[in-house]
């Protein structure tokens, strides 16, 4: 089969749009031709590669994918008003380089958001009249109105409406958790065009070690708290901070932060403020290095600002977390989320504002009064037995091969 992949961010950009890279990759494998149109790199700090820099078009090849990349106007994650009108740029911008495709294609995949790219995907279904599939990784504008991002409005009331039609026109919709797909039954969409398939974990982080990184950075004597991913503002990372503070009395404590982000200059002032010394900001570290940093670690945690439509969401991260073999402290009293870390073997959580609770899991752990080392290998090895990558990019291929 002909697939064409519409997703605006793709490697090597850094974050969860690796998801769909080895999807691809995947199905490159299992004899299907595969394109991707996307944008030039420009993800998570609005800085254009050399070799993409001043192009309107690019066309490359990349471990068997055919990836035609166009124009957008760069955007740091920090700049959100600047971002959307990137969005609008690159729905143009890649209709225009559509047509330099010469080729027709049996399937066309949307993963959204931004909310543009499903547009994209509906107008070239109907141009190479083949399937459409709309896979959503996260709900827009639901989750900006919740998170307060977006104020409910006009504007949002009816960007939802075109969301949810374009859902009813896909012929499937591919959701990334349960609550997800649960929903998508709530507005209307039936059962039977929507399939949940999951991030899941690929090899490296179930078989990484820890590749020196303590020695590195000098933690070789520390017990080592740490997070990894965006620093922005669908998590609650001030109480994270605030454990810390509570922790000052433990020396050999010390909380790492791996990522960058809108919230990072806030964060470093809150460090600043209080006079913190067990607190590292390390920044944005290659992808290929971020299974190193998590096997590191003696303690991974995570917190995510709790609204309402947090209950259905699911890091993709917490699948890399777990295949880490290291213990989880989950900051979410409910959800999708602590029901899969139940089920692999006990969730250790808070309310993502209780910080004393926090640095009360952080001690059991280091104490050893909960057995961190055996909690982390039962996550380990559901992540291996549930979650490994080629579960899901198998379902996934069978889903294309019969839409």
Known sequence: MKILIVSQHFPPEKGAVRRIFEFARYFVSKGHDVSVLTAMPNYPDGIVPEAYRGRFYINEK???VNIHRSYVLPAANSAPGKRMIGFIVFMFTSLINSFRIRDNFDVVLATAPPVTTPVIGWILSKIYRSKLIIEIRDLQPE?????????RSFLTRALKKLMHWFYRKADKVVSVTDGITDYLGTIGIPKERVTTIKSGVSDEFINADSNGIRTTFGWEEKFLVLYAGTLGWAHSLETIIEAARKLTDQPDIQFVFVGGGQKRDALEGMVRDYGLRNVAFIGTQPLEDIPYFLKASDVLVESL?????TKGTFPCKLFEYMASGRPIVFGAREGEAIDELEKAGGALSFSAD???KLSELIMSLKTGQIDGKKLGQKYHQHA?????REIWAERYTSLIETV
């Open 305 to 309: 600002r709790e609204v309402p439509i």
């Open 354 to 356: 209780d910080a004393g």
């Open 143 to 151: 989750s900006s109105e919740d998170f307060g991002n977006l104020n």
């Open 62 to 64: 990349l471990d068997g």
């Open 384 to 388: 291996l037995q549930y979650h490994r």
